[in-house]
């Protein structure tokens, strides 16, 4: 008599088996499996090639992969799922992006997206996605966004006076950057946000700061890699009643406290703030007979939350990693503070043209993101800007797709590639973007909001928030420059996405130690 526990492993065991031979006999058949293949003898037999880029410095495998195979290529993914394709092919990611509702984020990240972000334009999909980002769309235009110039500016200006003070204190000397600029691009966010306080020091901040830098040790560790490709294997498990896969971050549950406060209150007419903006735009009203569709709090409230995280996490990567490559670059910019002078003045920066390129720059290399995934909904046929050849001697012009392929697109990669930007692409040279021919031509480059990047992404899913980002840069950039010197302190600083851009020093996550001195005094 066998064991119920017996049969169950058994079965289990025979769905497997089946799961894997239904995946080979499908791949044998397609394009897919006869493109180029990242060198087998590099992937875990369990864990492929996916753990191998997890784990390293951000996009180094994938940009020796591309360096070695091309723009379009294939690698082994985890638990013996379908290859995953590794594409940076400008035309072919483009297509991709424009096509936003044929390839769709993976269904594994939903629940991590939730308990983060909630279920706001992150999130959404299809039809759902095209109302929220149409309802968010009004306070991130041009205007709304110069509206919020001053906040910026007054939170870069205070963040240099605190920082100026402790070095007063104690002198000059080796800082910990991620101790002064998280908790000012996190201000930014709860004033342009919300119109709200959310200074360094106060009970809501310190719980923020504090769970995420908890987040970002967290999201090093090999359950968090693990976590989502078992949820795209089993799905089931997303549904199951574990604390950790359903409590909301604090973040989200201080967003949203804070949130259910102001709507109580009587809404600021004249509100320049995110939310002020979107609830004016969402408000229910009449209008010819008819009620117009709104943002429900809840989601009006998540969406708040998913652009307090991007605001705040992600432009934070961007700025410390920009500042390092300032000091251990000081060659190339003798002058930094002068030729970075930046004037402010009726809400606008007149930013000198070096400081224009230093947030390029900055940009460029340092996507907060290393890449994001996408599923074919559906066959399709994505256009190639350079010819394949497969494995069978065959050359390629299109890619055809049917409906669960995967997609990896790696930002870094895009925006460095040696065969379009030469040998220096990966290379900190602002002054690139000044001369003639500096920088390849646009046909060459990916498609983009901001100077032909693809770190904003593209198409219907483009970051809706790129503009007050890109002002967060230059404006927090433009105040430290003016205020400090800052020198490389030697140590060996990592790049690692955790969950996004973030600074590592022997193994100890969101580290910079830089060398830093105040060239002027502040006023208090």
């Given amino acids: ?25 499908a791949s044998r058949s397609s394009t897919i499996a006869k493109l180029p293949i990242a060198p ?31 723009p379009v290529y294939r690698i082994k993914a ?23 509702y044929t390839y769709l984020k993976s269904a594994a990240f939903q629940p991590i997206v939730v308990k983060v972000v909630g279920r706001g334009v992150v999130w959404a999909e299809d039809e759902e996605h095209k109302w929220q980002r149409r309802l968010l769309a009004p306070a991130f235009t041009p205007s709304a966004v110069k509206a919020m110039a001053d ?15 402790d070095l007063e204190s104690r002198g000059s000397g080796i800082v910990n950057l991620t101790t002064y600029i998280p908790p000012c691009t996190l201000e930014v966010i709860g004033r342009v946000g919300f119109g709200y306080d959310f200074g360094y020091n106060t009970p809501e901040a310190k719980a923020i700061l504090e769970a995420w830098q908890q987040d970002v040790a967290l999201f090093a560790t090999f359950p968090a890699f693990l976590a989502p490709i078992l949820i795209g294997v089993f799905p089931w498990i997303s549904k199951l009643p574990i604390k950790e896969l359903h409590e909301d971050s604090t973040a989200k549950k201080t967003i949203h406290r804070v949130g259910r406060q102001l709507m109580k209150q009587a809404i600021n007419p004249e509100g320049k703030d995110i939310f002020s903006i979107l609830v004016r735009e969402s408000w229910q009203e009449k209008e010819g007979g008819k009620e117009r569709t709104k943002l429900d709090d809840h989601t009006l409230l998540d969406n708040i939350l998913s652009f ?69 909904a559906k066959d399709d046929v994505i256009p190639l800007q350079n010819p394949i050849t497969l494995k069978n001697g065959k050359t390629i012009t299109s890619l055809p797709v049917k409906a669960g392929d995967g997609f990896t697109i790696p930002f ?16 900190f040279i602002p002054e690139r973007w000044l ?16 100077s032909n990047v693809s770190t904003f992404a593209d198409g219907p899913r483009m970051c809706l928030g790129w503009r007050l980002a890109v002002m967060e840069v230059k404006f927090i950039i433009a ?27 022997n193994g100890e996550a969101a580290m910079l130690p830089i060398h830093i001195t105040p060239v002027h005094s502040h006023s208090k």
């Fill in 40 to 70: 087998v003898e590099e992937a875990d037999f369990f864990l492929g090639h996916e753990y191998r880029v997890a784990k390293g410095e951000v996009d180094v495998e994938y940009s020796r992969w591309t360096d070695l195979l091309g």
């Fill in 1 to 25: 008599m066998f064991s119920s526990s017996a049969v169950a492993c058994t079965a289990l065991a025979a769905l497997t088996l089946a799961y894997i031979v239904r995946l080979i006999a």
């Fill in 78 to 100: 985890a638990l013996f799922q379908k290859d995953i394709v590794i594409i940076s092919d400008n035309l072919a990611v483009q297509h991709i992006f424009q096509n936003a």
């Fill in 435 to 450: 001369s003639e021919g500096g920088v390849p031509s646009g046909k060459d480059l990916p498609h983009g909001p901001f």
């Fill in 308 to 376: 307090f995280m991007a605001g705040f996490e992600t432009s934070s990567g961007v700025i410390v990693f920009t500042l390092l490559d300032l000091a251990q670059n000081l060659e190339l910019n003798p002058t930094p503070r002068g030729a970075c002078a930046c004037r402010f003045h009726d809400g606008e920066s007149r930013d000198s043209s070096l400081l224009d390129a230093v947030a390029r720059e900055g940009l460029r290399l340092h996507p907060t993101a290393r890449d994001t995934h996408r599923i074919a």
């Fill in 412 to 427: 870094t990669v895009m925006n460095t590639n040696s065969k379009i930007w030469g040998r220096d692409g990966d290379k």
């Fill in 479 to 505: 105040v430290m420059i003016k205020s400090f010197e800052f020198k490389d302190s030697g140590a060996k600083i990592e790049k690692i996405i955790s969950p996004s851009l973030q600074p590592f020093v």
């Fill in 151 to 165: 906040d910026v500016l007054h939170c870069a200006e205070k963040t240099a006076r605190r920082l100026a003070d």
